[in-house]
């Protein structure tokens, strides 16, 4: 069972190898994908099969510790019960569908491999999703996944609407990573060594003692619901979803329609027992979904495109999935999710047929066959709206058009701000914040050497330094070295303020700056070699288009951002962690500050990718 269950988590990676590898000619791709796929499904039903010979009893599997320190502890841990069974029989069907589907639709594609790449790299980031034993591994697949998204939407790279979406989608996936990141952390310090996935529904069999503080319970519970809203696209995210349908019409079944935008719910799956502890938090949980629910019914009446309304529609039943959760109705939201991903799926595919049979009509007719038009004879059903007076049904129409300016609102709540503090640094003179800095420091040591303070209050202007680094990163556009280094900057503060907290985490300071520095270098020896035409300083979507111009560097610059983000090819990645880990054990505020530096480094750090990689070639020899 062990080995089948390996096999489902290694088969997309092997996908991804081979393609690389010797996928040279598109027929080759196919063969490939072909095989993997297949396997893949023999893989799974073999699983699920040896799991039911068991009576379906919860399965946990460790295959290594990746890193173990005193009490902190990393394991490479699976498990699977009836939520992730479901689940990965959903992942092989559509994800089975999608390659054969795109196996002729893609035909002649200039970016066929790196479709097939990307979309086996979205598979294996799910399985471990899926198949998680703990939040940590949870996490390491949602950043896998949250990538091939994000290299998906911005597929068609010479337009600049995609890659445009593409930021925000991933802007969205990172602040809400925010709410993992400090679940994650807390999760730790409540439970401790019963942090496992399968140990968290016996530490809340008995109500007396409870396992942790009600508020504790509360904290935790709104950081999950984040995390979750931002993946689904739930409120006050709905906004995204539709924009991410910029990619290939495939990526959007398999992603945004079928099994991306049902991370969210599988994630309140998961951590059910936390949650739903308390009736509070059932009912803000209750709140999101029907709120999310009326908007987004409601915006899906305006959409003039099919994958708008398919994606609001998807929104509007995942908004149902989360208020059944807050009901308690498990089993009933598996069956919703199975249901509700093979319709979105099956609406998405064949959406460009549907265009085109109305187009056909439409000339053979001489006439258009929308609804709204006399000479159709289609007539729509009569809604509740019609009931209404008409100021409450222009009213309704406007705020349904606007989509409810929830990206308004969420943009002047957090990207504004960010970006206007950072203006307002990059404005400063160097000598000023320097000086202020040395003042502050010079006073803290005369204290320290009084002995009024102790050396862990060095920490805090540390910390102020690095959220100043971050968001002076935040809000460069165009000077991408200026950003690399402030990101760098950044991670390289953070170190030293938990080292001031905590001494004896030398080792694993060390091991964090082991990820960073090699891909803060690598990152600009890249950039060092680009050309600087004054001309993108003047424009607004100063693409450069290198992965066209220049794809060794462009795929250099790639793996450097990743490391710089603490993905998990990375030893940040796990570093990461362990900065969280031991800043929390003296001050949570340093902590929250560093997971969120760490957000906001990351957004800079893709802005950067995606105006040096994108775009077309011709744009820049114009600009010559």
């Known amino acids: 069972?062990?080995?089948?269950?390996?096999?489902?988590?290694?088969?997309?990676?092997?996908?991804?190898?081979?393609?690389?590898?010797?996928?040279?000619?598109?027929?080759?791709?196919?063969?490939?994908?072909?095989?993997?796929?297949?396997?893949?499904?023999?893989?799974?039903?073999?699983?699920?099969?040896?799991?039911?010979?068991?009576?379906?009893?919860?399965?946990?599997?460790?295959?290594?510790?990746?890193?173990?320190?005193?009490?902190?502890?990393?394991?490479?841990?699976?498990?699977?019960?009836?939520?992730?069974?479901?689940?990965?029989?959903?992942?092989?069907?559509?994800?089975?569908?999608?390659?054969?589907?795109?196996r002729n639709y893609l035909y002649r594609e200039p970016g066929y491999k790196r479709f097939f790449i990307t979309i086996f790299g979205f598979a294996f980031g799910l399985n471990i999703v899926v198949m998680s034993g703990s939040i940590d591994m949870l996490f390491a697949g949602w950043e896998i996944v949250g990538i091939s998204s994000f290299l998906l939407i911005a597929f068609y790279r010479h337009r600049v609407q995609p890659v445009r979406n593409a930021l925000r989608a991933y802007t969205v996936y990172r602040f809400c990573d925010i709410g993992l990141l400090l679940g994650a952390l807390l999760n730790h310090q409540m439970f401790h060594e019963?942090?496992?996935?399968?140990?968290?529904?016996?530490?809340?069999?008995?109500?007396?003692?409870?396992?942790?503080?009600?508020?504790?319970?509360?904290?935790?519970?709104?950081?999950?619901?984040?995390?979750?809203?931002?993946?689904?696209?739930?409120?006050?995210?709905?906004?995204?979803?539709?924009?991410?349908?910029?990619?290939?019409?495939?990526?959007?079944a398999i992603f945004y329609g079928a099994l991306s935008v049902h991370l969210g719910v599988f994630l309140l799956l998961r951590t059910m027992p936390i949650w739903s502890y308390h009736i509070l938090m059932r009912s803000i949980l209750?709140?999101?979904?029907?709120?999310?629910?009326?908007?987004?019914?409601?915006?899906?009446?305006?959409?003039?495109?099919?994958?708008?309304?398919?994606?609001?529609?998807?929104?509007?039943?995942?908004?149902?999935?989360?208020?059944?959760?807050?009901?308690?109705?498990?089993?009933?939201?598996?069956?919703?999710?199975?249901?509700?991903?093979?319709?979105?799926?099956?609406?998405?595919?064949?959406?460009?047929?549907?265009v085109a049979h109305a187009l056909r009509m439409e000339g053979a007719i001489d006439t258009n066959v929308a609804p709204t038009n006399p000479a159709s004879k289609i007539r729509l059903p009569v809604s509740i709206r019609d009931s209404f007076p008409e100021v409450l049904q222009n009213t309704l129409y406007v705020f349904a058009l606007q989509?409810?300016?929830?990206?308004?609102?969420?943009?002047?709540?957090?990207?504004?701000?960010?970006?206007?503090?950072?203006?307002?640094?990059?404005?400063s003179k160097l000598w000023q914040l320097l000086l202020t800095g040395g003042v502050l420091i010079g006073s803290l040591l005369i204290l320290n050497q009084g002995g009024f303070v102790s050396a862990s209050v060095f920490a805090f202007p540390l910390a102020g330094a690095m959220v100043l680094a971050s968001l002076s990163a935040f809000s460069q556009k165009h000077n991408f070295i200026g950003t690399w280094n402030a990101v760098a900057l950044s991670f390289a503060l953070a170190g030293a303020a938990v080292w001031f907290l905590q001494p004896q985490a030398s080792e694993e300071i060390i091991f964090f700056a082991s990820g960073i520095i090699p891909s803060w270098l690598l990152g600009i020896t890249v950039l060092l070699k680009l050309p600087k035409p004054e001309t993108f300083?003047?424009?607004?979507?100063?693409?450069?288009?290198?992965?066209?111009?220049?794809?060794?560097?462009?795929?250099?610059?790639?793996?450097?951002?990743?490391?710089?983000?603490?993905?998990?090819?990375?030893?940040?990645?796990?570093?990461?962690?362990?900065?969280?880990?031991?800043?929390?054990?003296?001050?949570?505020?340093?902590?929250?500050?560093i997971a969120a530096c760490f957000v906001i480094n990351g957004i800079a750090a893709a802005r950067v990718y995606l105006r040096l990689c994108m775009g077309r070639p011709a744009d820049f020899v114009r600009g010559q």
């Open 403 to 427: 989509e409810g300016n929830l990206e308004l609102w969420v943009r002047s709540l957090l990207w504004s701000p960010l970006k206007r503090y950072g203006a307002q640094i990059n404005a």
């Open 1 to 102: 069972m062990n080995l089948l269950l390996l096999s489902c988590e290694l088969l997309p990676l092997l996908g991804i190898v081979l393609i690389t590898l010797f996928g040279r000619k598109e027929k080759t791709i196919a063969t490939i994908s072909f095989w993997i796929t297949h396997a893949m499904g023999l893989s799974i039903f073999g699983l699920l099969a040896v799991w039911a010979s068991t009576g379906f009893a919860a399965h946990e599997f460790e295959l290594f510790s990746l890193y173990k320190q005193g009490s902190y502890h990393f394991p490479v841990l699976f498990f699977l019960d009836r939520v992730s069974a479901v689940y990965l029989f959903a992942v092989w069907v559509i994800f089975s569908v999608i390659v054969r589907y795109c």
């Open 286 to 354: 209750f709140l999101i979904g029907f709120t999310t629910l009326i908007i987004a019914s409601l915006a899906e009446k305006t959409q003039s495109n099919i994958k708008g309304q398919v994606a609001y529609a998807s929104i509007a039943q995942v908004g149902f999935m989360f208020m059944e959760l807050a009901l308690g109705l498990e089993t009933l939201v598996l069956v919703h999710f199975l249901g509700n991903a093979f319709l979105r799926c099956y609406q998405l595919l064949v959406s460009p047929s549907i």
């Open 537 to 593: 300083k003047d424009t607004p979507f100063a693409y450069r288009a290198m992965a066209e111009t220049n794809p060794l560097l462009a795929l250099l610059l790639f793996f450097s951002f990743l490391g710089l983000i603490c993905f998990p090819i990375s030893p940040a990645f796990i570093g990461e962690d362990l900065l969280l880990y031991y800043a929390s054990k003296e001050y949570t505020v340093i902590a929250a500050l």
């Open 194 to 252: 019963s942090d496992h996935f399968s140990n968290l529904t016996v530490l809340f069999e008995h109500t007396a003692p409870q396992p942790a503080s009600y508020l504790g319970l509360l904290v935790m519970s709104l950081m999950i619901f984040i995390a979750a809203a931002g993946k689904s696209a739930q409120f006050p995210f709905c906004f995204w979803l539709p924009r991410a349908m910029e990619g290939p019409t495939p990526s959007s």
